[in-house]
């Protein structure tokens, strides 16, 4: 039961921790253009950060 | 005389301008045609080298270019169009307004539920898999079983209570509207779900439902997700339809002077200037110089119509050949393109109050399911359970009819029946129009443009005269002299042109004067002097004639036979002349059509049919379509059309081919068989898991196996529309 009390906490803090991971991208435009941010990594010189 | 340097005078687009980041001014247009990483920068560095231009960023996915430019007084935005043009990539400029940025926020606000909903409902299961098996008799001790349904709770809680907001919110303003929607069942479900799990656990009871709450909010969420996609695909392919009104007016002062001014300050009485290339921006009398109007998208004429001063032209028509002065007849919004707005306004709100598959569900499953567990609580209770007991049973009734397999149904479909669509070259702009389509009885068509290819091509006619002749050509706006041209290819302009509105065009080809134009205008005579015609000759020198036709679409007839093999009815409806409408009519093999329509005209005959009782499906693409296109119980356009008629119509399709609209016809029956398939599924699943959830039978573990189980069987069985063929 002892390492259940210590395992189940840290899972969950795992999955908060992706969650969170997750909410970052959100947040920073990381879904407005897929199509665009496949293509721009071709390009030479491009600045890579969503506008 | 209108000397060929103003033939590149483009509409001025500085009314689209609007603050952007940092406060410099922005630009944002609609690009069509980019595709690859290489469009992409040749668009972006394109646009970016033009002089005052800070930054240009194309969004691939939408199309959607941002230009920022360092101050507005080096602002010049026809330029990026002009450069865009010449690129091969057509832009509009248009105003993202406030809708679409306040979705965009919805839009990120479901997904990040979702994704709080999803590590609920994972992290639930992590505790909720020993419970499970500690139903069925495996070891599980009650101190254990406490300790997990605490976990349970721990993670399930403030994840149902963040991912339930959207459905919470909607259910609080429906019942404060004194109406239900399907969230306020889901609301109630899940809350009460909620509070019962503690209450059990609190009591060192068996059945706790935390991980059915999380694990319902995810799968209903799913659903809500694919909905607003489709609503968002829609929202981004509207286009604007001031975008096709010049967005401002040349005006000339009383010193002579020309002054650009907004066309919402343009009065009556005013002169104006309308050059070539540009569209007429208000109603007005022409004052002095003559040209030819392409009338065709309002009137849906095939040939331009010629203009001298002392006649009126209409806002909307495109100038061709000469620069003219006006005198406004009406304001902007009394000019014919405004009263064609206003017929797809009214269209558009009869349309909206058109109900759709699911809501019709959820008006008859919410007061059935309510009742359903009422009556398991009133009659377990007087039926001798304690209340408690009483309780459970009703709370598992609502668990087990949420209805998950119903959320998803419909968006399942459609999202689906809009990705094969795309596949196939239609863009779906509403769930409900594939709905209103899968219905339809009566296809009535416009012609030009649609049955037709919408521009004149030449016929008959070939050797070398086509190849001087395109000389000519190319120096002119004239629809006839751009389809020679286009016949003969790319190629040299003559020197010194000059275009005479309404006669040709005349010019040096290789040190000799030519002329290109009208029977007269060349010296031929003026024995049969037909619109469709042009004539060529060199000074001197017997002229040729080029005859030149409005081909129909290759596919129009096939089409035509294959929608009256499903069924349906198909009318012609035209502005055009008679006699082309019925050799376009003949042609196509349709026997009902009608000629020289007004938009009202048309408009009417739309409202005549459905009130009738025909369910119209219209397929137009001019500004005179548009009222009917809004009016019809469904509407496609062609992707050459005009975006704002794209906007008035429910689906557009891209490419020449008509068969598409058969094909989205198909499609739209096939989506509406398997939304009525889901639904009776789900309708089953209900007549067998009530009864199971009213008579005590149904477990936690139960629970999450109906639920995820009639969610994937629902969404498996609107896959099969993808895979299909």
Not at chain 2, 69 to 86: K, N, S
Not at chain 2, 264 to 273: A, K, P
Not at chain 2, 564 to 591: H, W
Request: glycine share 10%; net charge neutral.
């Amino acid at each position: 039961m002892n390492i259940f009390m210590m395992l189940a906490p840290m899972s969950v803090f795992l999955g908060l921790l992706g969650v969170a991971g997750f909410w970052w991208t959100l947040r920073h435009d990381q879904y407005d253009d897929p199509a665009g941010d496949a293509a721009r990594i071709l390009l030479d010189g491009d600045d890579d950060r969503p506008l | 005389m209108a000397l060929i340097e103003e033939l590149s005078s483009a509409p001025d687009h500085s009314a689209f301008l609007r603050p952007g980041a940092g406060g410099r001014p922005a630009l944002e247009l609609l690009v069509k045609g980019a595709r690859c990483a290489g469009c992409m920068s040749k668009i972006e560095r394109g646009t970016a080298d033009l002089a005052g231009v800070a930054q240009a960023r194309l969004n691939l996915t939408s199309g959607k270019l941002t230009v920022t430019f360092d101050d507005t007084a080096h602002a010049d935005p026809g330029a990026v169009v002009r450069l865009l043009d010449r690129l091969g990539y057509p832009a509009t400029p248009y105003d993202p307004g406030l809708a679409c940025e306040a979705s965009d926020r919805e839009g990120r606000r479901l997904v990040l539920c979702l994704a709080v909903a999803a590590f609920g409902a994972m992290n639930t299961m992590m505790f909720s898999v020993p419970l499970w098996a500690g139903l069925f008799g495996q070891e599980l001790g009650p101190a254990t079983r406490v300790v997990m349904q605490w976990w349970c709770a721990l993670v399930a809680t403030p994840c149902v209570l963040f991912a339930g907001r959207p459905f919470f919110e909607s259910a609080w303003r429906s019942l404060k509207a004194r109406r239900a929607n399907m969230d306020v069942p889901i609301s109630i479900g899940v809350l009460l779900t909620l509070v019962i799990s503690f209450s059990e656990t609190l009591q060192h009871g068996r059945d706790a439902y935390f991980d059915a709450a999380v694990s319902l909010l995810f799968l209903l969420l799913i659903g809500r997700w694919l909905d607003h996609q489709l609503k968002l695909r829609a929202r981004s392919a509207a286009g604007d339809l001031l975008a096709l009104q010049a967005p401002a007016a040349v005006l000339i002062g009383p010193d002579g002077a020309e002054r650009r001014t907004p066309l919402s300050e343009v009065q009556v009485g005013d002169l104006l200037i309308v050059r070539p290339g540009e569209r007429v921006p208000v109603d007005g009398l022409v004052e002095s110089g003559a040209t030819e109007l392409d009338n065709a998208l309002l009137t849906g004429e095939t040939m331009p119509v010629s203009l001298r001063p002392g006649e009126v032209c209409r806002a909307g028509a495109l100038n061709l050949t000469g620069a003219i002065r006006l005198r406004a007849l009406a304001r902007s919004e009394d000019s014919a393109v405004a009263a064609i707005a206003r017929l797809v306004e009214a269209g558009a709100q009869s349309r909206s109050k058109y109900v759709q598959l699911a809501e019709r569900a959820a008006a008859i499953y919410v007061p059935v399911v309510h009742s359903a567990a009422l009556a398991t609580f009133l009659i377990g209770w007087a039926g001798g359970l304690g209340p408690r007991e009483a309780l459970l049973r009703a709370v598992a009734v609502l668990i087990i009819t949420c209805p998950c397999a119903l959320g998803l149904a419909v968006p399942a479909v459609q999202i689906s029946a809009s990705s094969r669509l795309f596949r196939r070259g239609v863009l779906l702009k509403s769930g409900a129009a594939l709905e209103r389509l899968a219905e339809v009885d009566h296809v009535v068509f416009d012609k030009t443009g649609v049955l037709t290819e919408g521009r004149p091509a030449l016929i008959g006619a070939g050797g070398d005269e086509i190849a001087l002749a395109a000389r000519l050509a190319r120096a002119s706006l004239h629809p006839l002299a751009k389809a020679l041209a286009a016949a003969a290819g790319p190629g040299p302009r003559a020197d010194d042109v000059v275009e005479t509105p309404g006669q040709g065009v005349e010019g040096a080809i290789d040190g000799r004067r030519a002329r290109l134009g009208r029977a007269e205008f060349v010296g031929a005579g003026s024995a049969a002097a037909l619109e469709t015609e042009l004539w060529f000759g060199f000074e001197g020198a017997p002229p040729v004639r080029f005859q030149f036709s409005d081909r129909l679409r290759p596919d129009a007839a096939q089409t035509i036979a294959q929608l009256k093999a499903r069924g349906l009815a198909v009318s012609i409806i035209s502005g055009d002349a008679a006699s082309p409408v019925a050799a376009a009519a003949q042609a196509a093999g349709v026997n009902d059509w009608r000629a020289c329509l007004t938009p009202v005209g048309k408009c009417a005959i739309v409202d005549d049919l459905q009130a009738k009782g025909a369910r119209v499906l219209m397929v137009g693409d001019g500004l005179n379509d548009m009222g009917a296109l809004a009016r019809a119980h469904a509407a496609m356009a062609p992707g050459a059309a005009l975006d704002a008629s794209q906007n008035a119509a429910d689906l557009v399709f891209s490419g020449d081919n008509l068969s598409a609209v058969v094909e989205a016809f198909d499609i739209a029956r096939q989506a509406r068989r398997l939304a009525l398939q889901n639904f009776g599924f789900a309708a089953a699943y209900n007549l067998v898991a009530a009864p199971a959830a009213m008579l005590g039978l149904i477990n936690p573990f139960l629970a999450a196996l109906a639920m995820s189980g009639s969610s994937l069987a629902v969404t498996l069985n609107a896959l099969r529309l993808r895979s299909r063929r």
